[in-house]
């Protein structure tokens, strides 16, 4: 492969691309705007709603990238992605160089040009936002060059590194864990990834729809891996299927735990528990891990025609659009601030908004009320009103007395969060916790017990794919110099 | 992997079925459970063990045909492969020498999950006395492999077909009534569990259930099988699925299986 071609920024390539274009020039190209799905095709539809930059898109929008010399979009990056690298490769048609630049700070580029909040991080450091002009798209063309490999069946041929005959575990296949067994793989280690669930994928399967983020995508992603000298285990959990003594007498040199943010909050307000109120992880998990609504899935779900999400977040969008392609008449999203509060994806929201979904801000359930059989039939909402900003910086919002109404809904989907996922740090012991139940780690993400390491939302909280895709890469620097260091 | 080495008939809804699973064979303790799927459409459901066979490297579910997933296993024959099994699942029951005798009842296919539980309190030195009880003489299941851990077993038939005719709750109230209970084990439907406890609660007794509802993941993660317990909401995948029986809300619990039913919901 071409990994080290252009990859310099003072290559004869990079400088002649410079040259070719004045910045006066480049700065007058518009911002290519991603082709999206009809939003009413899309209310009927699980297909991914953003098409991808055309070839063409993708050169024009490469093209309005000045190859900073100290480029801010890089400093904004979690995993530090050469991003002027890539996009100057993009922008030549050198895909394979674009992909390898790409893979070598990040495991799975096809997932984070989709689902990263870039608008927060490389593209909110973008120079452009300094001339008050929009940021090149580099979310966009990274999943451009992710996607383009693919389609040309790029890296699939490379050979998996050399063997160094050593061997680790990870615990958990979602983002953190994928990315550091990505990482240990290119470093010769035979990596075996342990799951709970009967797929592959974390989060990036029970949790992200279809309809952002296609399972094809994800399990190309996997194969790479597979090919790569990473073993999948299904159906296994660790501290319960197989206990710490297990992965020690299995010759482990060491375990990442990546268990993830599994456990859903409730508000605790009255009526919590009637049939039609449930979590997020639950109706999406129903729907995306088990086909619920689906020929041929048993699982089943509740469809509701009128259903509340209670939320304000990407899970909350992704729960809500997902109603609609379920066929609810009527999905609103209830949030308790107003939406410069919001923490979802702007585009998250602007989709929400496309197809359909009606928005209550500066809402907040205070009671669900059943009938007869215990089935949810209403909510009673207390409007809020903004105060005065609390420790999260933002401003925190504030019942306004007496102002309550009663809305029909027959489903409530409560995304308000998760919490650590208690099962591995209870089952073992001298695996120490903070107080809200995450990982206790140092600043190499090694936890209390020095054989494991940790990173994601089991250290985190609740965080993005791309933090805990940058916990497993360092996690395994730091892993692979502490085994290395001690042979 | 998960291969059926072994399947009878308790009776022609009932089930028991001895699969090949050494990990879980080997974690497995009184109390825990698995989930199991079937089929690439399989839904996830939760299966009590009750049995385990380290050295043979299998765990033995008892499972009761009831709806279409349960149906579709109990349609499996030996050399037939469960498409997933995880486990052990939730807390094990916390076992011990009592300063008094153990009650430990049983309804229907809830005998299953509850012989583990006898064998380890009578293992851990207890005076055990087993109350198994029925609509009717065919569903009285595992009857001689409880009757080879408890030191008396008490038999109770709806309709006096075998035992003693009469609900789980006579029979548990004789054995209140007549010696020092220590702890009373219940498990079986919700309803019988609710009566138990409320028989107990009279005598003040500990009790304590063994819940199984709907779950989807059964690591913690949706959410779908919480249960309100002396108030607070708790989750019977990581926090049970044992809990003292007097502070569990059943007909709350009740309501709540019911999420799923056809056809008065929307479900599928």
Known sequence: MTIENNSGRDSAVREKLRKALSAKERTAIPRQTMPTLDADYRRHSNEEVNCGFTADQAQIEATRCLDCPDPGCVKGCPVAIDIPGFIKAVQTDDIAGAYATLRRTSALPAVCGRVCPQERQCESKCIYNKMKKEPVAIGNLERYAADT??????????????????????????????????????????????????????????????????????????????????????????????????????????????????????????????????????????????????????????????????????TAMDSARTAVRMGAERVVIVYRRSENEMPARAEEVRHAREEGVEFRTLCNPVEYIGDENGRVVSARLQRMELGEPDASGRRSPVPVEGAVDTVEFDQVIVSVGVSPNPLVPSSIDGLETERRGTLVVDENLRTTLPLIFAGGDIVRGGATVILAMGDGRKAAAAMAAQIESGR | ??????????????????????????????????????????????????????????????????????????????????????????????????????????????????????????????????????????????????????????????????????????????????????????????????????????????????????????????????????????????????????????????????AYDAPKNNAK
Request: proline residues 4%; glycine residues 14%; aromatic residues 6%.
């Open chain 1, 149 to 314: 490999a693919r389609g040309r069946h790029i890296g699939e041929n490379t050979p998996a590194a050399p063997r160094n005959g050593l061997k680790v575990a990870v615990i958990g296949s979602g983002p953190s864990g994928l990315s550091f067994a990505g990482d240990m793989a290119a470093r010769g280690y035979d990596v075996d990834v342990y799951e709970a669930l009967h797929q592959i994928g974390g989060v990036l399967k029970y949790g992200i729809p279809e309809f952002r983020l296609p399972n094809s995508v994800v399990d190309y992603e996997l194969e790479g891996l597979r090919r790569a000298g990473v073993h999948f285990h299904t159906d296994t959990i660790a501290g319960k299927t197989l206990g710490y003594d297990d992965f020690l007498d299995m010759g482990y040199s060491g375990i990442f735990v990546g268990s993830g943010a599994g456990l859903p909050r409730f508000m605790g307000i009255p009526g919590e528990n009637l049939i039609g109120v449930m979590s997020s992880n639950e109706y999406l998990t129903r729907i995306n891990l088990m086909g619920a609504g689906r020929p041929g899935s048993d699982t089943p779900v509740l469809k509701g025609r009128s259903v509340a999400v209670i939320g304000g977040g990407n």
């Open chain 2, 1 to 258: 992997m998960f291969k059926i080495v072994e399947k009878t008939y308790f009776s022609p809804k009932v089930v028991r079925l001895v699969v090949e699973a050494p990990e879980v064979a080997k974690a497995r303790r009184a109390g825990h459970f698995v989930i199991v799927r079937t089929g690439e459409g399989g839904e996830r459901i939760p299966l009590t063990i009750a049995d385990a066979d380290i050295d043979a490297g299998t765990i033995t579910l008892v499972v009761q045909a009831v709806g279409l997933s349960t149906e579709k296993i109990c349609a499996l024959n030996v050399d037939d492969s469960l498409t997933d099994l995880v486990g052990p699942l939730g807390r094990a029951t916390d076992v011990g020498l009592r300063d008094g005798t153990v009650v430990c009842c049983g309804g229907g296919v809830g005998v299953a999950p509850l012989l583990p539980i006898i064998k380890a309190f009578k293992d851990a030195g207890n005076r055990v006395v087993s109350v198994l009880a029925a609509r009717n003489r065919d569903l009285i299941i595992l009857e001689d492999e409880v009757r080879e851990y408890s030191d008396e077993v008490v038999i109770m038939t709806d309709d006096g077909s075998y035992g003693r005719k009469g609900l789980v709750t006579a029979g548990v109230e004789e054995v209140l009534n007549r010696e020092h209970v220590a702890e009373v084990v219940a498990i079986g439907p919700p309803v019988m569990m609710k009566f138990v406890a409320l028989l107990t609660k009279k005598y003040d007794v500990p009790t304590v259930c063994s819940l199984n509802t709907i779950m989807v993941d059964g690591t913690g993660m949706c959410g779908a099988c919480r249960v309100n317990v002396g108030g607070k909401m708790r989750f019977v995948c990581v926090d049970g699925p044992e809990f003292d029986a007097h502070q569990v809300d059943f007909d709350e619990m009740i309501m709540r299986m019911r």
